[in-house]
């Protein structure tokens, strides 16, 4: 019988070691072969699949387990919450991998695209199972370091290189500033274990609050908030869609692990109301930012990455609830199913507008003009995608907008809950645009039509069904299921 | 004043020039010292948190060890983004990389 | 399910399965146009066996329910009493009469898929929503209703400009006043959206307080969630907030203007939704909620009087604002060139009655009376309502014109046409023994029991205004000698009489509309009283008898028939028409017919002042917009009773500032987005400084808070 530390360890080996070998085998093959590394595709996508099975088999044994299991000498710990996200990241991956399979395989630095992505998918997994410092920050710089380079893998394109560079500078800032948090942690506990919770008194309650801050900052980074999302536009916006596809839909969720394993488990400590304050603010400032600069956008791509800021905004809103004992489970749900919603749209978009470039139209608005006529699927899939994402029922974006922000903070923070619901509001302008575009515009007349055979098209219609079919009923079973 | 409060202005002062380097300077390889500076500051801390009781002595050392070639991996890719830069644009000058914004 | 349950079931899915099937089956052409139109006959048949089973057997109630997410409450579930049983059978078989009409109105249009999809659909989630049990439910049908409104009303998105409402090239007070359908769709939209989140905020509070969704349980439990809303002096502003979404839905003022615009859609869309359905679904929400409300009131009497006293005050504020919207609608039909914004303007008014009846329901002694008032003046404008806008259809098609200047000398040619419409119109008016007397007439006689004075004064002088531009649409289109285009196509022989799948649907409503009126005080007690039979939360049946009172009919008649004279006299006399051409030449009085018909200039305001307003708002703080805000009304206001004075000077020196401020109109909400987006500068330094401030901000001030 295969316990989670077991497949845990298989679910390593699994990535670590293609990971680690599609370089050496790429050396040894100079020469381009005809239609170049396609077979590298096919590859990581079997190898993706099987994480993918492996990954939602440690899920359900979780769920029925019903106890979080430690292991190595308590330098990680298995729950069933951090589990399904573990699926959500390895269902993302493999969605790319596919989409990438026709675009990616022209390019020179094909074998070290595949090697990556499986490298920082393991490197998320081991994210979001840590229990110690010294695995989170391995586990976290395995995940950074790669995904530097991913953004700047193709070669030719000058706003890749500048995607990195940004990305990674910032990056290096803000891990300093995660080891600055560690620093305080290991003073106040002595150890290097992750604490679940810490008794303190009086000015260490600031302490706590300032670190925790800092420690926001940190993965806040990577996650987009208000003021350290300032990276974001310009990667998401400029970088080739296929790439930021994975960085916004997979890469996210290590600072959401790092967030749930480091920083909420010390709320209790700094007081209640301090915390909700600070995340509210931040959740405010966060997506009014990001709603309010999208509504400005007249490319589609950078628009999405203002999106994904205002996203960001709406999850704080669900961390901001676990201040408060009561509303704690269902903010927390809430998040669950937001982040399902948001890395299957997120995935779906980029990947969408990733084939558009394949087919030679541009991703701004006016590129998108009449899109709907010749590529009735993909355009249909990015549709229910923004749909989703605007909160519209029954899909299940509207579940989980409906979770944490009604069902979570409407008692304690009002005031939150109504600026949330007006910032979805103001989305809807934008969100609108793109449809209103796509669809109810004329010309696009010579567009390429959509091909069934190209990977993209089903990856983006695969999850738009899956935002339906999740959200006209499975939205519940899986908040309880894999819940708190 | 206890000997770790004095560390502790150190990795201050540490990382605010660090700061200031990441801020004010537009070579990509000076803003990647500074960012070091930075995290030297932040090492010291740690170092510094970890001095004060005895069990988190060891602790904090390794993590420091840790740390340490963490942030040099990091770097180091950093440093392989900036050789890349060089070569296509032939310059280090962060001001060359404007191209996205708004 | 047991059959009962089944007919409710099916009247509402089968729609919306007609809407799916129209777009798999979309090759079959007019095939799949007949099936469309099927499933809502279909439906309709269902309704009508819901109805029987509702109103003889079960009690007067016929409920399903299934659970759809149990953790969060929410279910699927239809509560069916003998008011939604009418309602959803009226809807019903009105929407099937105007399907059978869009079989041939449609015909040719090359959008028909879009068309039937969202029709069905539409039909579908106005059912569903009148016969949700909980309210959850009604939001999806509302909104659904919504969305399919605004696909429909900018069904011709490519906007030639055939498809305008308004005068191209006409501006009020600098702002332009003619629409394309995508635009118009959006005003719909967004229109109705504001009025829904007051909607959707009355919802949650409910929910918070009540804990269910369920419609019956927020009825049964009104005394406790109403008391602790008055205990806190909120039960107004809630009750307010809650209704924003009917008020909106059903163009009360101030959210009137999107049923103006809407008419860019095909006529058979303004059938459906103007007349038939989406804007009575407002008068639908006070329908039903009027005796939970009132329920309350009783049950605050005693022990909260100042709860008591706030349903009280939200009654006589729905009351006021029905007729004030009564009347504001009307006197913009007097002026109206187009016939289908006449009909618009009608059906706004004639929601505003609804809303005095339902709002005077609450002020009555005999609430149940009042209700039924705004009942039958629901069924009967939905009759008459649709039957006009429907023969306005074939009449627009005949002439290819949409202005009624175009028109004329059509009576000879166009008989049924003209039969029909002449008794829709008449009914409208208000003419005995139509139906339309008699509603109105008990929408009245409520008024004047609510004790509101104005009110009942307005709804007086409005029987009288709708006289008056009922006649003249009559006369204009059917009498008045033709005009050069008729002329144009009699020469030609081009009038003709309209297909017979178009005038069927509206020549049995307008006898419908006759006999429902000829035999109303021997089958209205008997209607009425079943309709009323069983009501959630009505508390005694009443006694229901259709009486005259010989003061009120003293009043209104006069005024009725006096309306109708003079518009014969306007209209088909040389003096009249003299008379008209002297008003038109006049400097003040024809300043007021502009000021009529652009609509009292209330839709330029909004783009002017609302949206203007947030410009100043994002520069200069809120003193600013204050002063602008008070500013603009008062130099708004003040030429209506100065207009001959200033009119020439007035209008010069705002037409050059104007254009300013409409540069600014659209650029508004834009603005501060483009200012925000400049903080992306592209420099990475700049960057790390934003995340490092912004760090060191955040942690000073929560220092400083905490500490």
Not at chain 3, 127 to 142: E, Q, T
Request: aromatic share 12%; with cysteine; charged share 10%.
């Amino acid at each position: 019988m295969l316990g989670p530390i077991e497949i845990f360890e298989a679910l390593m080996f699994l990535l670590v070691t293609p990971g680690l070998l599609i370089p050496l085998v790429d050396r040894g093959m100079r020469e381009e072969r005809s239609g170049g590394y396609g077979f590298l595709g096919y590859l990581g996508v079997a190898v993706l699949v099987a994480a993918l099975i492996l990954t939602l088999t440690l899920a359900l044994e979780l769920s029925s387990l019903g106890q979080r299991v430690f292991a190595f000498e308590d330098t990680l710990l298995f729950d069933r919450y951090s589990a399904y996200l573990g699926v959500l990241v390895s269902l993302g991956t493999l969605l790319v991998a596919v989409a990438s399979i026709p675009e990616v395989k022209g390019w020179s630095t094909a074998p070290s695209f595949y090697s990556l992505i499986l490298l920082t998918l393991a490197g998320v997994l081991a994210m979001l199972f840590v229990s110690d410092m010294a695995t989170l920050l391995s586990a976290w710089t395995l995940v950074a370091v790669a995904s530097y380079v991913v953004v700047g893998l193709k070669k030719d394109d000058p706003r890749s290189l500048e995607g990195a560079a940004k990305y990674g500078l910032m990056g290096a800032a803000s891990s300093s500033l995660m080891v600055l948090g560690i620093a305080v942690l290991v003073g106040l506990t002595g150890t290097s274990f992750l604490p679940e919770s810490i008794r303190i008194s009086g000015f260490q309650m600031s302490l706590i609050l300032v670190t925790l801050i800092v420690l926001v900052a940190s993965f806040g980074f990577k996650l987009g908030i208000f003021p350290f999302h300032a990276w974001l536009p310009d990667v998401y916006g400029g970088v080739h869609p296929l790439l930021v596809s994975y960085i916004a839909g997979v890469v996210k969720m290590a600072a959401i692990a790092g967030i749930l394993r480091m920083v909420l488990p010390l709320v209790a400590s700094t007081g209640p109301q301090n915390w909700l304050h600070v995340l509210g603010l931040l959740a405010v400032l966060t997506m009014t930012y990001g709603n309010m600069v999208a509504l400005v956008q007249k490319n589609v791509q950078r628009m999405m990455a203002y999106s994904s800021i205002a996203h960001a905004g709406y999850l704080l809103v669900g961390f901001a609830a676990v201040a408060d004992p009561l509303s704690r489970v269902t903010g927390l749900q809430g998040v669950v199913l937001h982040l399902t919603t948001y890395v299957l749209a997120k995935v779906g978009v980029f990947v969408g507008l990733a084939y558009l470039i394949r087919r030679g139209l541009g991703t701004t608005l006016e590129d998108m003009r009449g899109i709907g006529r010749r590529m009735p699927a993909l355009s249909l899939g990015i549709a229910v995608l923004l749909l989703s994402l605007m909160g519209m029922p029954p899909l299940l974006g509207f579940w989980s907008k409906f979770t944490y922000l009604f069902l979570s903070v409407v008692d304690t923070a009002p005031w939150l809950t109504l600026i949330a619901i007006l910032n979805s509001g103001i989305s809807v302008g934008y969100y609108a645009q793109v449809i209103r575009y796509m669809f109810f515009k004329e010309g696009g007349g010579e567009a390429p039509a959509e091909r069934a055979s190209d990977p993209e098209v089903a990856v983006v219609v695969l999850t738009a069904i899956l935002s339906v079919v999740l959200g006209l009923g499975l939205a519940q079973p899986i908040a309880e299921a894999f819940g708190p | 004043m206890p000997t770790v409060y004095w560390y502790l202005s150190v990795s201050f002062v540490l990382a605010a020039i660090g700061l200031y380097g990441l801020v004010a300077k537009r070579n990509l390889i000076r803003m990647l010292i500074s960012v070091e500076l930075v995290f030297n500051g932040a090492l010291l801390a740690l170092l510094s948190f970890s001095s004060t009781s005895a069990a988190s002595k060891p602790t904090g050392v390794v993590l420091a060890l840790l740390a340490i070639s963490l942030a040099a991996a990091e770097v180091g890719v950093v440093v392989s983004i900036a050789i890349l830069m060089f070569r296509v644009k032939r310059s280090l000058d962060v001001f060359e990389l404007t191209e996205s914004r708004g | 399910m047991e059959f009962a349950q089944t007919t409710a079931v099916v009247a509402w899915a089968l729609p919306y399965l007609g809407a799916l099937l129209s777009l798999a089956l979309s090759k079959l052409g007019r095939v799949r146009d007949y099936i469309a139109a099927s499933t809502l006959g279909l439906s309709a048949i269902s309704a009508t066996l819901l109805a029987r089973e509702v109103f003889s057997g079960h009690g007067g109630l016929v409920t399903w329910s299934v659970d759809w997410v149990p953790g969060m409450g929410v279910s699927l579930g239809v509560y069916v009493d003998t008011l939604s049983g009418a309602m959803a059978l009226i809807i019903a078989w009105l929407c099937f009469l105007i399907g059978v009409y869009s079989l041939e109105y449609m015909a040719h249009d090359p959008g028909r898929t879009r068309y039937w999809f969202f029709f069905d659909f539409f039909v579908g989630s106005m059912l569903l929503l009148v016969m949700a049990d909980n309210l959850l439910i009604m939001f999806l049908g509302w909104e659904g209703t919504g969305l399919a409104s605004y696909a429909l009303i900018g069904h011709w998105y490519t906007d030639e400009q055939g498809r305008w409402v308004g005068d191209p090239g006409r501006t009020a007070l600098g702002v332009p006043m003619w629409f394309p359908p995508s635009h118009s769709g959006l005003r719909a939209l967004t229109f109705t959206r504001l009025g829904d989140v007051g909607f959707l905020l009355g919802i949650g509070v409910l929910y918070s307080l009540t804990g269910t969704f369920s419609i019956p349980e927020i009825a049964h439990s009104s005394g406790t969630w109403a008391a602790w809303l008055a205990a806190r002096g909120l039960l107004l502003p809630f009750l307010l907030a809650f209704s924003l979404g009917a008020m909106a839905k059903s163009a009360q003022f101030p959210f009137h203007e999107w049923l103006v615009t809407a008419m860019t859609g095909p006529t058979s869309v303004s059938a459906l939704i103007h007349a038939a359905t989406m804007v009575k679904a407002g008068v639908y929400f006070l329908l039903r909620f009027a005796p939970i409300f009132k329920l309350a009131e009783h049950q605050l009497m005693h022990t909260l009087p100042a709860g008591a006293e706030a349903i009280h005050a939200y009654f006589t504020f729905i009351t006021l604002i029905g007729a004030f919207t009564a009347f504001f609608m009307a006197t913009q039909a007097l002026v109206a060139r187009e016939l289908k914004l006449i009909l618009a303007f009608s059906t706004a008014s004639q929601l505003g009655y609804m809303f005095m009846a339902l709002g005077s329901a609450g002020l009555m002694e005999e609430l149940a009376n009042g209700i039924l008032a705004g009942f039958s003046h629901f069924m009967s404008h939905a009759i008459f309502k649709a039957a006009l806008f429907l023969g306005a259809g074939a009449i627009i098609h005949a002439v290819h014109s949409k202005y009624v200047d175009d028109m004329g000398g059509l009576a000879g040619h166009m008989r049924y046409t003209f039969a029909a419409m002449l008794v829709t119109a008449l009914s409208l008016a208000g003419v005995p023994p139509l139906m339309g007397f008699w509603s109105k007439d008990s929408v009245v006689e409520a008024a004047y029991e609510s004790g509101v004075g104005l009110a009942f004064a307005l709804g007086v002088v409005t029987a009288g205004l709708t006289a008056f531009y009922s006649t003249r649409l009559v006369l204009r289109t059917f009498f008045y000698e033709g005009s050069e285009n008729v002329r144009h196509l009699e020469a030609e022989h081009r009038l003709h009489e309209a297909h017979p799948l178009m005038l069927a649907p509206y020549f049995l409503l307008a006898v419908a509309t006759l006999l429902l009126g000829l035999t109303w005080p021997a089958v209205g007690p008997e209607i009425l009283s079943k309709v009323a039979s069983n009501v959630l939360a009505l508390e005694e049946a009443p006694h229901v008898e259709v009486h005259l009172n010989p003061f009120l009919l003293g009043v209104s008649l006069p005024l009725v028939f006096g309306g109708i004279g003079i518009g014969w006299f306007a209209y088909q006399t040389s003096s009249g028409r003299r008379l008209l051409v002297a008003i038109r030449q006049s400097e003040p009085l024809s300043a007021i017919q502009d000021f009529l018909y652009d609509r009292w200039y209330i839709n330029s305001i909004y783009y002017r002042v609302i949206v203007g307003g947030f410009a100043w708002l994002s520069r200069n703080g809120f003193r600013w917009f204050d002063s602008l805000v008070i500013d603009g009304f008062y130099h708004r206001l003040l030429p209506q009773s100065t207009w001959e004075a200033s009119a020439i000077g007035w209008r010069f020196e705002k037409g050059v500032v104007d254009r300013g401020y409409h540069e600014r109109l659209v650029s508004a909400v834009l603005g501060v987005g483009r200012t925000l987006r400049r903080s992306q500068t592209g420099l990475i330094n700049h960057y790390l400084l934003m995340f490092f401030a912004g760090l060191a901000a955040l942690i000073l001030a929560f220092l400083v808070w905490v500490v």
